[in-house]
Protein backbone atom coordinates (compact mmCIF):
# COMPACT_ATOMS: atom_id res chain seq x y z
CA UNK A 1 0.00 0.00 0.00
CA UNK A 2 1.36 3.35 -1.06
CA UNK A 3 2.45 5.71 2.20
CA UNK A 4 0.71 9.39 2.64
CA UNK A 5 0.15 11.92 4.52
CA UNK A 6 -2.76 14.31 5.58
CA UNK A 7 -1.68 17.85 7.06
CA UNK A 8 -3.33 21.15 7.27
CA UNK A 9 -2.90 23.04 4.08
CA UNK A 10 0.21 24.78 4.39
CA UNK A 11 1.02 28.21 4.30
CA UNK A 12 4.05 30.10 2.76
CA UNK A 13 5.39 32.95 5.33
CA UNK A 14 7.66 34.39 2.85
CA UNK A 15 7.20 34.55 -1.03
CA UNK A 16 7.81 36.76 -4.11
CA UNK A 17 5.14 37.09 -6.46
CA UNK A 18 6.42 39.96 -8.21
CA UNK A 19 4.43 41.91 -10.33
CA UNK A 20 2.32 42.25 -13.98
CA UNK A 21 2.86 39.32 -15.97
CA UNK A 22 5.57 37.84 -13.90
CA UNK A 23 2.66 37.76 -11.10
CA UNK A 24 0.46 36.53 -13.62
CA UNK A 25 2.62 33.80 -14.82
CA UNK A 26 4.07 32.44 -11.17
CA UNK A 27 1.23 33.20 -8.64
CA UNK A 28 -0.72 29.80 -9.56
CA UNK A 29 2.18 27.77 -8.74
CA UNK A 30 1.76 29.02 -5.01
CA UNK A 31 -1.78 29.43 -4.61
CA UNK A 32 -2.53 25.64 -6.00
CA UNK A 33 -1.54 24.14 -2.54
CA UNK A 34 -0.59 27.19 -0.27
CA UNK A 35 -3.89 28.67 1.72
CA UNK A 36 -2.00 31.69 2.69
CA UNK A 37 1.38 33.86 2.27
CA UNK A 38 3.51 36.84 3.78
CA UNK A 39 3.97 38.82 0.01
CA UNK A 40 7.22 40.29 0.12
CA UNK A 41 7.28 44.11 -0.86
CA UNK A 42 10.37 44.31 -3.37
CA UNK A 43 8.72 45.86 -6.09
CA UNK A 44 9.90 48.34 -8.37
CA UNK A 45 8.74 50.95 -7.13
CA UNK A 46 8.80 48.90 -3.52
CA UNK A 47 5.43 48.60 -1.23
CA UNK A 48 5.63 51.50 1.11
CA UNK A 49 2.54 52.74 2.26
CA UNK A 50 -0.84 50.89 3.02
CA UNK A 51 -1.95 52.35 -0.05
CA UNK A 52 0.70 50.73 -1.88
CA UNK A 53 -0.28 46.90 0.03
CA UNK A 54 -3.65 47.67 -0.59
CA UNK A 55 -3.38 48.04 -4.13
CA UNK A 56 -1.13 45.23 -4.96
CA UNK A 57 -3.15 42.76 -3.17
CA UNK A 58 -5.89 43.38 -5.26
CA UNK A 59 -3.58 43.35 -8.55
CA UNK A 60 -2.64 39.54 -6.88
CA UNK A 61 -6.12 38.54 -5.99
CA UNK A 62 -6.96 39.46 -9.74
CA UNK A 63 -4.72 36.37 -10.61
CA UNK A 64 -5.11 33.78 -8.28
CA UNK A 65 -7.62 31.64 -6.92
CA UNK A 66 -10.68 32.97 -4.73
CA UNK A 67 -9.35 31.07 -1.94
CA UNK A 68 -5.81 32.15 -2.03
CA UNK A 69 -5.24 35.07 0.89
CA UNK A 70 -2.03 37.30 0.41
CA UNK A 71 -0.59 38.39 3.48
CA UNK A 72 0.74 42.06 2.54
CA UNK A 73 4.26 43.60 3.88
CA UNK A 74 5.21 47.15 3.73
CA UNK A 75 9.05 47.72 2.92
CA UNK A 76 10.87 49.59 5.02
CA UNK A 77 12.27 52.93 4.61
CA UNK A 78 13.90 56.02 6.72
CA UNK A 79 11.06 57.54 5.77
CA UNK A 80 7.99 55.13 7.04
CA UNK A 81 5.65 56.61 8.65
CA UNK A 82 4.80 54.76 12.23
CA UNK A 83 1.42 56.21 12.16
CA UNK A 84 0.61 54.45 8.02
CA UNK A 85 2.31 51.86 9.62
CA UNK A 86 -0.15 51.17 12.29
CA UNK A 87 -3.40 52.11 10.60
CA UNK A 88 -2.46 49.51 8.00
CA UNK A 89 -1.84 46.51 10.28
CA UNK A 90 -5.01 47.59 12.31
CA UNK A 91 -7.23 47.72 9.52
CA UNK A 92 -6.03 43.93 8.59
CA UNK A 93 -3.73 45.36 5.38
CA UNK A 94 -0.62 44.55 6.44
CA UNK A 95 0.42 41.36 8.61
CA UNK A 96 4.45 42.50 8.97
CA UNK A 97 6.79 45.06 7.97
CA UNK A 98 10.00 43.83 6.07
CA UNK A 99 13.81 45.42 6.90
CA UNK A 100 16.03 44.95 4.00
CA UNK A 101 19.18 46.49 4.84
CA UNK A 102 19.99 48.82 1.55
CA UNK A 103 21.77 46.64 -0.95
CA UNK A 104 21.21 43.41 0.43
CA UNK A 105 19.55 41.90 -1.77
CA UNK A 106 17.39 42.60 -4.58
CA UNK A 107 15.68 45.59 -5.10
CA UNK A 108 16.78 46.89 -1.53
CA UNK A 109 18.08 50.04 -2.97
CA UNK A 110 15.44 51.49 -1.12
CA UNK A 111 16.03 49.74 2.21
CA UNK A 112 17.71 51.08 5.72
CA UNK A 113 21.16 52.72 5.85
CA UNK A 114 20.76 54.23 9.84
CA UNK A 115 19.00 51.94 12.06
CA UNK A 116 18.30 54.52 14.06
CA UNK A 117 16.43 56.15 11.84
CA UNK A 118 13.93 53.49 11.71
CA UNK A 119 13.73 53.27 15.71
CA UNK A 120 10.21 55.46 15.54
CA UNK A 121 8.55 52.91 13.51
CA UNK A 122 9.89 49.89 15.54
CA UNK A 123 9.03 51.15 18.53
CA UNK A 124 5.42 51.69 17.18
CA UNK A 125 5.70 47.95 16.25
CA UNK A 126 6.65 46.67 19.47
CA UNK A 127 3.54 48.58 21.26
CA UNK A 128 1.09 47.06 18.38
CA UNK A 129 2.62 43.49 17.85
CA UNK A 130 3.45 44.00 14.38
CA UNK A 131 6.08 41.55 12.93
CA UNK A 132 9.67 42.99 11.55
CA UNK A 133 10.90 40.28 9.09
CA UNK A 134 14.83 40.92 8.63
CA UNK A 135 16.78 39.88 5.49
CA UNK A 136 19.48 39.49 8.22
CA UNK A 137 22.59 40.28 6.37
CA UNK A 138 24.93 43.53 6.61
CA UNK A 139 25.90 44.86 3.67
CA UNK A 140 29.84 46.21 4.70
CA UNK A 141 31.74 45.70 1.59
CA UNK A 142 34.73 44.41 4.19
CA UNK A 143 32.71 41.63 5.61
CA UNK A 144 32.60 38.40 3.54
CA UNK A 145 29.42 37.16 2.25
CA UNK A 146 29.53 34.20 3.73
CA UNK A 147 29.73 35.85 7.31
CA UNK A 148 27.30 38.70 6.93
CA UNK A 149 24.47 36.51 8.55
CA UNK A 150 26.30 35.73 11.51
CA UNK A 151 27.50 39.32 11.69
CA UNK A 152 24.11 40.97 11.49
CA UNK A 153 22.98 39.11 14.30
CA UNK A 154 25.55 40.67 16.34
CA UNK A 155 25.59 44.20 15.04
CA UNK A 156 21.88 44.78 14.18
CA UNK A 157 19.42 42.10 15.00
CA UNK A 158 20.82 41.85 19.33
CA UNK A 159 20.82 45.68 19.61
CA UNK A 160 17.65 46.10 18.38
CA UNK A 161 16.08 43.33 20.34
CA UNK A 162 17.47 44.73 23.11
CA UNK A 163 16.29 48.17 22.62
CA UNK A 164 12.75 46.88 21.73
CA UNK A 165 12.39 43.98 24.31
CA UNK A 166 8.60 43.26 23.01
CA UNK A 167 9.27 43.62 19.23
CA UNK A 168 8.34 40.05 16.98
CA UNK A 169 10.71 39.62 14.94
CA UNK A 170 11.64 36.80 12.00
CA UNK A 171 14.80 36.06 10.76
CA UNK A 172 14.01 34.88 7.15
CA UNK A 173 15.37 32.77 5.28
CA UNK A 174 18.19 31.53 8.24
CA UNK A 175 21.30 30.20 6.57
CA UNK A 176 23.62 29.13 9.22
CA UNK A 177 23.75 27.43 12.65
CA UNK A 178 24.68 30.74 14.14
CA UNK A 179 21.04 32.35 13.72
CA UNK A 180 19.44 28.45 14.71
CA UNK A 181 21.11 28.57 17.74
CA UNK A 182 20.52 32.43 18.35
CA UNK A 183 16.85 31.60 17.84
CA UNK A 184 16.60 28.48 19.81
CA UNK A 185 18.74 30.87 22.89
CA UNK A 186 15.82 33.76 22.58
CA UNK A 187 12.28 34.28 24.04
CA UNK A 188 9.42 33.15 21.67
CA UNK A 189 9.14 36.61 20.28
CA UNK A 190 12.04 35.83 17.89
CA UNK A 191 11.55 32.86 14.87
CA UNK A 192 12.92 32.14 12.03
CA UNK A 193 11.94 31.24 8.13
CA UNK A 194 13.63 28.82 6.41
CA UNK A 195 13.65 28.04 2.73
CA UNK A 196 12.95 24.68 0.79
CA UNK A 197 16.56 25.30 -1.01
CA UNK A 198 18.53 25.86 2.09
CA UNK A 199 17.66 22.18 3.48
CA UNK A 200 19.17 20.69 0.35
CA UNK A 201 21.62 22.89 -1.16
CA UNK A 202 25.18 23.99 0.51
CA UNK A 203 27.67 26.10 -1.75
CA UNK A 204 29.25 23.43 -3.36
CA UNK A 205 25.89 22.40 -5.26
CA UNK A 206 26.12 26.07 -6.36
CA UNK A 207 30.11 26.45 -7.31
CA UNK A 208 31.45 23.11 -8.18
CA UNK A 209 31.60 21.82 -11.31
CA UNK A 210 30.82 24.59 -13.25
CA UNK A 211 28.87 27.78 -11.50
CA UNK A 212 25.08 27.09 -11.08
CA UNK A 213 23.14 29.91 -11.31
CA UNK A 214 19.85 28.74 -10.58
CA UNK A 215 21.33 27.78 -7.38
CA UNK A 216 22.61 31.20 -6.43
CA UNK A 217 20.01 33.24 -3.86
CA UNK A 218 20.81 35.26 -1.19
CA UNK A 219 21.46 34.95 1.53
CA UNK A 220 23.74 32.35 -0.15
CA UNK A 221 23.90 29.05 0.91
CA UNK A 222 26.88 28.11 3.48
CA UNK A 223 28.70 25.57 4.13
CA UNK A 224 27.50 21.59 4.82
CA UNK A 225 27.24 21.36 8.54
CA UNK A 226 25.19 24.67 8.22
CA UNK A 227 22.89 23.17 6.37
CA UNK A 228 22.33 19.91 8.75
CA UNK A 229 21.78 22.38 11.56
CA UNK A 230 18.74 23.70 8.88
CA UNK A 231 17.81 20.56 8.52
CA UNK A 232 17.66 19.60 12.39
CA UNK A 233 15.96 22.74 13.44
CA UNK A 234 12.87 22.51 10.69
CA UNK A 235 12.34 18.77 11.15
CA UNK A 236 12.52 19.37 14.83
CA UNK A 237 8.86 20.54 15.40
CA UNK A 238 10.38 23.77 17.65
CA UNK A 239 7.67 26.08 17.07
CA UNK A 240 10.12 29.16 16.68
CA UNK A 241 10.83 27.91 12.81
CA UNK A 242 8.54 27.74 9.93
CA UNK A 243 8.42 27.79 6.11
CA UNK A 244 8.95 30.37 3.90
CA UNK A 245 9.76 29.28 0.45
CA UNK A 246 11.21 32.56 -0.50
CA UNK A 247 10.34 31.45 -4.14
CA UNK A 248 11.78 34.18 -5.60
CA UNK A 249 11.33 34.17 -9.88
CA UNK A 250 13.62 35.70 -12.35
CA UNK A 251 13.64 34.84 -15.92
CA UNK A 252 16.45 32.60 -16.56
CA UNK A 253 18.02 35.44 -18.95
CA UNK A 254 18.48 37.77 -15.45
CA UNK A 255 19.93 34.38 -13.91
CA UNK A 256 22.05 32.83 -16.87
CA UNK A 257 24.03 36.06 -17.38
CA UNK A 258 27.31 37.49 -16.52
CA UNK A 259 25.51 39.16 -13.47
CA UNK A 260 22.95 36.86 -12.42
CA UNK A 261 20.28 37.40 -10.22
CA UNK A 262 19.42 36.14 -6.60
CA UNK A 263 16.67 33.84 -6.12
CA UNK A 264 16.09 30.03 -6.34
CA UNK A 265 12.29 29.06 -7.78
CA UNK A 266 10.28 26.95 -5.90
CA UNK A 267 6.97 27.13 -5.44
CA UNK A 268 6.14 24.26 -7.65
CA UNK A 269 8.08 21.19 -6.49
CA UNK A 270 8.44 22.98 -2.95
CA UNK A 271 6.10 20.40 -0.49
CA UNK A 272 7.49 17.22 -2.63
CA UNK A 273 11.05 18.39 -1.45
CA UNK A 274 10.07 19.38 2.06
CA UNK A 275 8.07 15.92 2.61
CA UNK A 276 11.55 14.25 0.88
CA UNK A 277 13.71 16.16 3.35
CA UNK A 278 11.50 15.31 6.14
CA UNK A 279 11.05 11.45 5.50
CA UNK A 280 15.08 11.45 5.39
CA UNK A 281 15.59 12.76 8.74
CA UNK A 282 12.40 10.71 9.80
CA UNK A 283 10.23 13.13 11.13
CA UNK A 284 7.48 13.03 8.70
CA UNK A 285 5.07 13.46 11.73
CA UNK A 286 6.70 16.90 11.76
CA UNK A 287 6.17 18.38 8.79
CA UNK A 288 2.98 19.55 9.57
CA UNK A 289 4.44 21.94 12.05
CA UNK A 290 6.70 23.16 9.76
CA UNK A 291 4.26 23.62 6.93
CA UNK A 292 1.22 24.71 8.64
CA UNK A 293 1.27 25.00 12.40
CA UNK A 294 4.03 26.85 14.01
CA UNK A 295 3.58 30.00 11.62
CA UNK A 296 0.29 30.37 12.69
CA UNK A 297 0.79 30.51 15.89
CA UNK A 298 3.62 33.22 15.50
CA UNK A 299 1.41 35.10 13.49
CA UNK A 300 -1.53 34.74 15.88
CA UNK A 301 -3.40 33.70 12.67
CA UNK A 302 -5.74 30.05 13.11
CA UNK A 303 -4.18 27.27 11.27
CA UNK A 304 -6.09 26.47 7.82
CA UNK A 305 -8.78 24.31 8.29
CA UNK A 306 -8.98 22.17 5.24
CA UNK A 307 -6.20 19.19 4.75
CA UNK A 308 -3.69 18.05 1.74
CA UNK A 309 -2.58 14.75 1.29
CA UNK A 310 0.72 13.97 -0.01
CA UNK A 311 1.40 10.25 -0.98
CA UNK A 312 4.61 8.82 -2.00
CA UNK A 313 4.34 6.65 -5.42
CA UNK A 314 7.03 4.33 -6.83
CA UNK A 315 7.72 6.67 -9.96
CA UNK A 316 9.24 10.16 -9.36
CA UNK A 317 6.99 12.93 -9.39
CA UNK A 318 6.73 14.99 -12.92
CA UNK A 319 6.91 18.50 -12.38
CA UNK A 320 7.81 21.06 -15.49
CA UNK A 321 11.39 22.12 -15.59
CA UNK A 322 10.12 25.66 -16.12
CA UNK A 323 7.49 27.67 -16.09
CA UNK A 324 6.35 29.63 -19.07
CA UNK A 325 5.41 33.44 -18.30
CA UNK A 326 4.61 36.20 -20.66
CA UNK A 327 8.07 37.94 -19.24
CA UNK A 328 10.14 34.87 -20.29
CA UNK A 329 10.44 30.95 -18.80
CA UNK A 330 11.42 30.87 -15.06
CA UNK A 331 13.72 27.30 -14.58
CA UNK A 332 11.83 25.20 -11.04
CA UNK A 333 14.43 24.86 -8.65
CA UNK A 334 15.99 21.09 -9.04
CA UNK A 335 16.83 19.38 -5.75
CA UNK A 336 19.31 17.10 -7.84
CA UNK A 337 17.59 13.99 -6.41
CA UNK A 338 14.35 12.32 -8.02
CA UNK A 339 11.22 13.17 -5.98
CA UNK A 340 8.58 10.81 -5.05
CA UNK A 341 6.07 12.77 -2.70
CA UNK A 342 3.10 13.94 -5.07
CA UNK A 343 0.69 16.46 -2.96
CA UNK A 344 -2.97 15.48 -4.20
CA UNK A 345 -5.58 17.45 -2.72
O1 LIG B 1 17.71 35.27 -3.39
C1 LIG B 1 16.97 36.17 -3.11
N1 LIG B 1 16.07 36.67 -3.99
N2 LIG B 1 17.06 36.75 -1.89
C2 LIG B 1 16.37 37.85 -1.57
O2 LIG B 1 16.52 38.32 -0.48
C3 LIG B 1 15.52 38.53 -2.57
C4 LIG B 1 15.08 37.60 -3.59
C5 LIG B 1 14.48 38.30 -4.80
O3 LIG B 1 13.67 39.19 -4.62
O4 LIG B 1 14.83 37.94 -5.93
ZN1 LIG C 1 12.96 36.89 -0.02
Known sequence: MSQSITIPRPDDWHLHLRDGAMLAGIA????????????????????????????YRERILAVTSADFIPLMTLYLTEDTDPADVVAAHKGGIISAVK????????????????????????EAMAENGIPLLCHG?????????????????????????????????VMEHITTADAVAYVQDQPENLAATITTHHLVI???????????PHYYCLPVAKRERHRQALVNAAISGDKRFFHGTDSAPHTD?????ACGC???????????????????????????????????????????????????????????AKIETDAGPVTVFDPG?????????
Open 28 to 55: PETARHFARAIIMPNLVPPVVTSADATA
Open 99 to 122: LYPAGATTNSASGVVNFENVYPVL
Open 137 to 169: EVTDSEIDIFDREAVFIDRVLDPIRQKFQGLKV
Open 202 to 212: NRNHILVGGIK
Open 253 to 257: DAKES
Open 262 to 320: AGCFTATNTLSILAHVFENGSALQNLERFTSRNGPGFYGLPVNSDTITLVKSDSPVEYP
Open 337 to 345: FPLFWRVVQ
